[in-house]
């Protein structure tokens, strides 16, 4: 079988990396049990194709510059309000060749879920400033962000007072950047 599926649970996120070494394309049905009233899915699938990149070193290392330019090209595909049917969430999917999935799964309207899709759409609109992409939200305080340390740059958000922010790690500068609420219709999320 050409597909090849992992998953993990940490905290609400449940991620699950599907891969397909065929030679064409498979869908699939993942199912995920859980035991939120509703989830919102997140999947992302790299360019199609396979492409080469420089390597260095001994034993041999992808060019770190390369791989972080492929790493920031994923299409990313959102599904909402996923309704579990006795505690199951299903999704039908279809995987491209030589090609794999990443899919996190939250539970639907939380806060750190917004802000989550916000800060995935926010690594497409702004892959200058949010590079390298895919990094892991964290949670400190009263703090949900992400790290970006290529640029040095956090975003995320302020749980209490809901408004997103933006850290220049070289300047110390913080910039709020106003209420998540009003980043959700123009990134997509409910």
Same mark, same amino acid.
């Given at each position: 079988?050409?597909?090849?599926?992992?998953?993990?649970?940490?905290?609400?996120?449940?991620?699950?990396? *599907?891969?397909?070494?065929?030679?064409?394309?498979?869908?699939?049905?993942?199912?995920?049990? &859980?035991?939120?009233?509703?989830?919102?899915?997140? *999947?992302?699938?790299?360019?199609? &194709?396979?492409?080469?990149?420089?390597?260095?070193?001994?034993?041999?290392?992808?060019?770190?510059?390369?791989? %972080?330019?492929? #790493?920031?090209?994923?299409?990313?595909?959102?599904?909402?309000?996923?309704?579990?049917n006795? &505690?199951? *969430?299903?999704?039908?999917?279809?995987?491209?060749?030589?090609?794999l999935?990443?899919?996190?799964?939250?539970?639907?309207?939380?806060?750190?879920?917004?802000?989550?899709?916000?800060?995935?759409?926010?690594?497409?609109?702004y892959?200058?400033?949010l590079?390298?992409?895919?990094?892991?939200?964290?949670?400190? $305080?009263?703090?949900?962000?992400?790290?970006?340390?290529?640029?040095?740059?956090? *975003?995320?958000?302020?749980?209490?007072?809901? %408004?997103? #922010?933006?850290?220049?790690?070289?300047? $110390?500068? #913080?910039?709020?950047?106003?209420?998540?609420?009003?980043?959700? &219709?123009?990134?997509?999320?409910?």
């Amino acid at each position: 079988m050409p597909v090849l599926a992992l998953a993990a649970r940490r905290d609400a996120l449940t991620s699950v990396v *599907v891969t397909n070494d065929g030679s064409a394309t498979q869908t699939y049905t993942l199912r995920v049990r &859980g035991r939120a009233a509703a989830v919102d899915a997140t *999947v992302r699938t790299p360019p199609s &194709g396979t492409r080469d990149l420089p390597a260095v070193g001994a034993p041999a290392q992808a060019d770190a510059t390369a791989l %972080r330019t492929l #790493l920031s090209e994923p299409a990313t595909e959102w599904r909402k309000a996923l309704t579990p049917n006795a &505690g199951t *969430v299903e999704l039908a999917l279809t995987v491209p060749a030589r090609s794999l999935h990443v899919v996190e799964l939250r539970p639907a309207g939380s806060l750190t879920a917004q802000a989550d899709c916000v800060l995935d759409w926010g690594e497409c609109a702004y892959a200058n400033l949010l590079r390298p992409a895919l990094q892991p939200s964290q949670t400190s $305080g009263d703090y949900h962000y992400r790290q970006y340390a290529d640029t040095q740059t956090y *975003v995320g958000i302020s749980i209490s007072g809901q %408004r997103l #922010l933006h850290l220049d790690g070289r300047t $110390g500068v #913080l910039q709020d950047l106003g209420a998540i609420a009003g980043w959700l &219709g123009p990134a997509g999320c409910r």
